[in-house]
């Protein structure tokens, strides 16, 4: 387990000071995929650079299956620094040395044997689908290509953690997914705990299976990723799963006539014929406007934005009927 004990990180300027990370407590168990989430300047960068003491804290605590490594240094904390691999945005490769030597590089610095190191890598290369990349240089790579580099360079050591620092935020979609599998699938062979930093909910809706909101150096909210997508609890929160879910209308639909909701199905009833069943009940039309249906973690989780058009009773009752049976029903106009 990686415990973040009330975590403080403080930067001084001759002019002032300010809290990068203010009072962060985190437990984050082994074998997790845990995700780290927050706009620009949150603090999520600091935060994850603080578990291998790249920061070191100004108060609070880092515990590492149950040993306190705050205070380390010098050979004991890089003992500890082999035992976590760290992927970075930029890749940060050696643009002088090839694929293999890339990789290589943390084995060597570990005083790993040229058999043991040869062995290692090709084991690598293949793991992340670059085993035909060898010889080559990261400048005739992609980017995508440039990243894998780097994940199998931060596997190199057998690390039980891996600090992922914003992995996809200078990739394009096809790419950030392909690497999101491809962390996943390490995840899963490898039972890894998987730290993730990123700015971008739909990271944490893929790969992810908890998730701490950062806003302002603090953490807001923690929880399942399924949950907190669902059911969101603090405005921050509710904030970035709006924005991820996409759902704005034209103004002109909020002045019609009717009632406008947004239903929010989860679990279960996210499959089940809810509106096909109010529609015969109460013998109404109902217009869906906006909406999707979507898997995380598995689980369904759909959200509608649904015109209802009736005398008001009946919309009330329509409403009444849907609450019932979803998970909630938040009325838009009307």
């Known amino acids: 387990m990686v415990s973040i004990e009330n975590i403080t990180v403080e930067f001084h300027t001759k002019e002032s000071s300010f809290k990068a990370i203010d009072a962060v407590t985190l437990n984050i168990e082994d074998g997790e995929v845990f995700g780290i989430v927050g706009t620009s300047g ?64 943390p ?14 890598v090709h084991e690598l290369l293949n793991l ?19 990243q894998r580099v780097g994940i199998a360079r931060a596997l190199a050591n057998n690390p039980k953690i891996l600090l992922c620092d914003e992995p996809t935020s200078a990739l394009d979609l096809e790419t950030t997914n392909a690497i999101l599998d ?29 998730v701490a909101v950062m806003d302002k150096g603090i953490v807001v909210e923690t929880g399942n990723v399924y949950d907190i997508f669902s059911r969101p609890q603090h405005p921050f929160t509710q904030k970035l799963v ?34 096909s069943d109010a529609i015969r009940t109460f013998g109404v039309d109902i217009n869906v406007l906006h909406g999707k249906i979507e898997y995380i973690d598995e689980k369904p989780l759909g959200v509608l934005i649904l015109g209802i058009k009736d005398d008001e009773a009946q919309c009330d009752a329509v409403i009444d009927f849907l609450r019932e049976r979803t998970a909630s029903v938040e009325v838009y106009r009307g």
């Open 182 to 210: 491809l962390l996943k699938d390490i995840n899963r062979k490898l039972g890894i705990t998987t730290i993730v930093i990123t700015h971008e909910m739909d990271v944490i809706k893929k790969i992810c299976t908890k």
């Open 128 to 146: 992340v689908g670059l085993s035909d990349k060898s010889d080559v240089y990261p400048s005739k790579l992609s980017g995508g290509q440039k």
């Open 242 to 275: 709006a924005h991820t879910l996409n759902l704005e209308l034209p103004p002109r639909l909020f002045h019609e006539e009717g009632k406008l909701i947004k239903v929010i199905y989860n679990g279960d009833k996210a499959e089940n014929p809810v509106l």
């Open 107 to 120: 084995l060597k610095i570990a005083g790993a044997s040229q058999e043991a190191i040869a062995k290692r």
């Open 42 to 105: 949150a603090g999520k960068s600091t935060l994850l650079r603080t578990i291998n003491l790249l920061q070191k804290p100004t108060s609070g605590k880092i515990v590492i299956d149950t040993v306190d490594i705050t205070d380390f240094s010098g050979a004991k904390l890089r003992d500890v620094r082999q035992k976590i691999g760290m992927i970075f945005q930029h890749f940060n490769l050696i643009n002088t040395k090839t694929v293999f030597d890339n990789v290589a590089f």
